[in-house]
Each structure stands twice: as C-alpha cells, then as structure tokens.
C-alpha cells in the first residue's frame, strides 16, 4: 500500500507532466471492486470532470489531491495498487478503478489489488473526507517538530498504553506512516515494536523522532520503496533493512539473527540484540 513517501514522489511526478492537461473524460474504473469506495456514481463523474484543467497535486497522508480546476479536486487514498500517468497511445491497464484521458491522448489510471477510496470534491471541501478531515501533522510538514512530537506521544500515552509500534501505526497518530516503513523507524531507533512508550527516555524520543523524520525523507530521495512504482511504473530506489527479506538474516548492525513476530495487526521484523 502507498504510505507518505510514495504519494509525495507521484505528486511531484504529476507535477511535472500533468499541470495544464484538459481532461477529455472520466471514468470511475471499468471493473467492480467492492472494497474502492465512491463518493458519486461513475456517470456523475463523468460529466462534471469532463473539459475541467489539471493543477498542481500535493500529498498528505496516506492520499494524493490532484486539482481539477475549476472547481473541484480529486482524491485518491488508502490506495494498495497503481497511479499511472500513460503517454499518448500506451496501453492502459486491462483492469482499473478510476481513469482521467486527455485531450492531448495521454491518461491517468488507479488500480488497487485491496482496497482505496475516491472522491471528486468541490475545491475547499476535500479536508471534510473521512481520514483526511483533522488530519495530524506529517512528518514532511514543517509543524511535524520536535516539541510537537513531544505532545503527541504524551496525547497517546493518556488516551491509554501504547506502544511503539502503536504510535506509528494506529489511528494515523503520525499520518502516512503504514507497517512497511514503521520497521525500518523503529530498527533505526533501535526500539522493540511492543516497548511501552511511557518507558522511553527522552534522548529515547529524540531517537525515535529522528527516526521518523529521517527515514521518511530518506524513501522521498530514493523515490519510494522497491516493492511500490511511481507514477511511471518504475520501481523505487529505497531498500527496506526490516522486512519479509531480511527474516532469519543477520541484523546489518550487530549479526543476529533478525526475527519476526505478529503484532498489532501485521508482522514486525527486528533485531532481538538491537532493538530494546
């Protein structure tokens, strides 16, 4: 599924070959999937899309915002598949949940092999969809600081006990952040998944803040992770350390043997010797 770096590395992708491109119609995908929630029926979204200019996209979250300009601006989130951009005469996907054609021949497809939502809102109105509506600070935004790290740990320290894991993955606490890249956060602060955060020291949070803010900008640079591709199919660049691959290998910083447990809802890898 695409977390926060990926959806970052699309935007600016969309960025520089989308701007400008008058829409010459839509669709709302051309396979049924039960689990792609729609905020209007497919032949709704045609109409009001069509003749409509792209503008300039932005991620937050866990979801992509491409202006439709005038008037309104499309979302895509929660997406575990593909955003394409096809040049003129490509081939689009034989299956897809959403479609944007242009006048110019060239489109723009989403796929999901799970589950994703779609919304086409009227410009002001996209940060009252669920799951973007009072979203938190990112950990690209420039509010995402250490003292405002601080806060919300003691915030999700009083709403009950939580772990580390728990305050990177659950309820989107830290928006974006998804079990993938939660494992290489925690290996590099060097914490257990199930470590209390109340246990932790404050040169501890320091850690882990750094963590957080450095892996996330580390996937940005390489273009996202190597299990996902952009929005021109390529692969990103960025190797996870804790993941399915690295199971019963050598930890890259001390040699034991990395392991593996479910936790939380998803499994967790990490070094038994290094992570407390």
């Not at 209390?196 to 404050?202: F, H, I, T, V, Y």
Request: hydrophobic letters at 40%; aromatic letters at 8%; proline letters at 6%.
């Amino acid at each position: 599924m695409f977390e926060l770096p990926e959806l970052t590395v699309i935007a600016a992708q969309m960025n520089d070959l989308l701007p400008g491109l008058v829409v010459a119609g839509g669709s709302l995908g051309n396979s049924p999937h039960k689990f792609v929630w729609y905020d209007r029926p497919s032949e709704e979204f045609a109409g009001l899309v069509a003749g409509l200019r792209a503008g300039p996209a932005w991620a937050e979250g866990k979801w992509l915002f491409l202006p439709l300009e005038p008037g309104y601006v499309l979302l895509v989130g929660e997406w575990g598949g593909s955003i394409r951009y096809h040049a003129s005469g490509e081939p689009l996907p034989a299956k897809r949940h959403l479609e944007l054609t242009f006048t110019t021949g060239a489109a723009l497809t989403a796929t999901t092999r799970m589950w994703g939502g779609v919304h086409l809102c009227e410009t002001g109105s996209e940060h009252e969809v669920a799951y973007v509506k009072d979203m938190r600070p990112t950990p690209v935004d420039e509010r995402f600081d250490r003292r405002y790290f601080g806060e919300l740990v003691v915030e999700a320290q009083q709403a009950g006990k939580r772990s580390v894991k728990g305050l990177l993955t659950q309820e989107q606490l830290v928006p974006g952040l998804g079990n993938a890249i939660a494992q290489d956060i925690m290996f590099r602060a060097r914490l257990h998944p199930r470590r209390p955060l109340a246990e932790l020291s404050e040169e501890q949070l320091d850690g882990l803040f750094t963590a957080i803010t450095g892996t996330v900008r580390d996937v940005i640079a390489a273009g996202g992770r190597d299990d996902e591709r952009d929005l021109v199919g390529r692969r990103g660049g960025y190797v996870r350390l804790m993941d399915a691959r690295a199971a019963g290998r050598p930890c890259p910083a001390c040699g034991t043997a990395v392991a593996k447990i479910s936790y939380l809802g998803g499994a967790c890898y990490f070094c038994p010797a290094c992570q407390e």
